[in-house]
């Protein structure tokens, strides 16, 4: 069970456990992929001993290609329709992997950003799409001061950026009409997409370094919150919120 706030805490402990979710959730599709990408490496037929033997199959129907008896291989049949499952399988974990991450980074983004502004958001807000999912919004971090892992935020931040205009690109021309694109588009969009396959990786990498600016700015509120307390605790007749 997670140590969550209590309901009558205040609100920068609910943002915590706002962006904590976040974490989780990117974290629970991570383990996903890499046990999708394990289950597509174990069919892969140059790993695979492969049994020869092989029974005879027909159709239902006297006429038809299928209704003279024929060779087939039921340990090939079953690698190769697992190849097809555990390939299709790993698109969508990756696709949903990569989806979490950003929506990490960006929510603790957004949190640190609304902090830094004043506000006092209990949780981080998205707006939806047309199929009600969420939506991932910027991932800037804002200057953090003498914070020591700052530098390592705005490098973390270039990555991604870069990461995510790859992934960008490679889109882009892969939905082109194919007499639209040439043989060096078709060059850029696999290197493209070759270097775009770090981006759910290092998305969530930058909204673990990101959830720790998050208590950096926070340090300051928590301050405030505990004078405010204080105050209501050597005031007669004042009720601590």
């Given at each position: 069970?997670?140590?969550l706030a ?5 609100w ?13 959730a ?12 394990l289950?597509?490496a ?14 005879l ?12 008896p ?33 929506l990490?980074a ?5 949190a640190?950003a609304?902090?830094q ?24 971090i ?25 992934a960008?690109y ?9 007499h639209?694109?040439s ?13 775009a396959e ?21 340090l300051?509120?928590?301050?405030e ?7 209501a ?9």
């Amino acid at each position: 069970m997670y140590n969550l706030a209590p309901a009558n805490a205040p609100w920068f402990e609910h943002l915590v456990d706002s962006v904590r979710a976040l974490g989780e959730a990117a974290r629970e599709w991570q383990l996903a992929d890499q046990t999708a990408r394990l289950l597509e490496a174990g069919v892969e037929l140059e790993r695979r001993n492969l049994h020869e033997g092989k029974i005879l199959v027909h159709g239902p129907a006297a006429r038809g290609w299928d209704a003279k008896p024929r060779k087939s291989g039921p340990h090939e049949h079953a690698v190769f329709d697992l190849q097809k499952i555990y390939m299709e399988h790993r698109f969508l974990t990756r696709r949903r992997y990569a989806h979490a991450a950003m929506l990490f980074a960006s929510g603790a983004a957004r949190a640190i950003a609304q902090v830094q502004a004043g506000e006092q958001p209990e949780r981080v807000m998205f707006q939806l799409d047309a199929d009600r999912t969420p939506v991932v919004g910027g991932y800037k971090i804002g200057k953090l001061g003498n914070y020591v892992n700052a530098q390592k935020i705005a490098a973390a931040y270039d990555q991604v950026l870069c990461m995510d205009q790859a992934a960008e690109y490679a889109e882009e021309i892969a939905g082109r009409d194919d007499h639209e694109v040439s043989e060096r588009d078709a060059g850029d969009m696999f290197e493209a997409g070759a270097y775009a396959e770090g981006l759910p990786d290092a998305a969530y990498a930058y909204g673990r370094l990101a959830e720790g600016a998050l208590a950096f700015v926070l340090l300051g509120p928590k301050a405030e919150h505990r004078k405010q307390m204080a105050a209501a605790r050597d005031t007669p007749g004042e009720v601590a919120q």
